[in-house]
Every structure is written in structure tokens, then in C-alpha cells.
């Protein structure tokens, strides 16, 4: 093992959730109509926990040499099966290069980042290349 860490819960979609080593964030469920404005919900930590890790592994990739930028979009849908599910859309882009060189950097990012590897492969995740964009290197 590398590393370990854990997350807690214990008051559903609204209120705090935390890590022990001193993260606490506020909670706010995106259904919920009186919600806190300023607090996260599931949606944007699994945007945030993917963007990060798949621009890491690209970082990686690219061995530092440009610059790169994930940018992920996460929507929450009714599930034919009832519930919700989640449709998930990562798209990489690389400073100076081409559209194959981008989607080669994408595909060798993708293969190796540990959140690509538990998402991956469910039908409503995809991966996607575009133009480098200075905006979307930059946290918004």
C-alpha cells in the first residue's frame, strides 16, 4: 500500500462530512431546496477527485514539458431503474499540441489514472479531447 485515507459521514447529503487528518467541508445536496449555497455536494468532489487525478496522470504523461487541464462535468439523472445515476464527461486538453497528439496524451492518462480505473468502464462516464484553452488551465 502507498497510502490510505478515509472519508466520514454520518449526516447524509446535508450538514459535514470529513477526513480525520482535519478536512471538514459543509455538505449541500443539490435537490435539497433550502440548501446551503456554499456547501459541496457528491457531484462536484467526484468532478473535483477526477479532474485532479486525470490532469496528474497527463502531467505525468507529458513528463511536465506543457502545460495540460481537465475539466470535468458531472449531471445527476433519474435512473430507468430507479434512483439517480450519475453521467459523467472528462475532457483533457494540452497547450501547443494537435488534435492526435491531445487524444494520445488522453488515452495513455486515462489508462493509468486510479479514478479512470474505478469510473472507466461504466456506460455513462466518457472521455473526451479538446483544444487547449487558457481559461480551462486556470482554476475558474
Request: hydrophobic share 40%; glycine share 8%; with cysteine.
Amino acid at each position: 500500500m502507498r497510502y490510505r485515507t478515509e472519508a466520514i459521514n454520518s449526516d447524509g447529503g446535508d450538514g459535514t462530512a470529513g477526513v480525520p487528518e482535519g478536512l471538514t467541508v459543509t455538505v449541500s445536496s443539490p435537490l435539497n431546496p433550502d440548501r446551503d449555497p456554499a456547501g459541496t455536494n457528491p457531484e462536484q468532489l467526484l468532478a473535483l477527485a477526477w479532474a485532479t487525478c486525470l490532469n496528474a496522470t497527463a502531467q505525468a504523461v507529458v513528463a511536465r514539458r506543457t502545460r495540460t487541464a481537465v475539466r470535468v462535468e458531472v449531471e445527476l439523472h433519474d435512473a430507468s431503474t430507479g434512483g439517480y445515476e450519475f453521467h459523467v464527461d472528462a475532457f483533457l486538453s494540452v497547450e501547443d499540441a494537435s488534435g492526435e497528439e491531445t487524444r494520445r496524451v488522453l488515452d495513455a492518462a486515462h489508462a493509468r489514472c486510479p479514478v479512470s480505473k474505478l469510473i472507466g468502464g461504466a456506460a455513462t462516464v466518457s472521455v473526451h479531447a479538446e483544444e487547449f484553452a487558457e481559461a480551462a488551465a486556470s482554476t475558474r
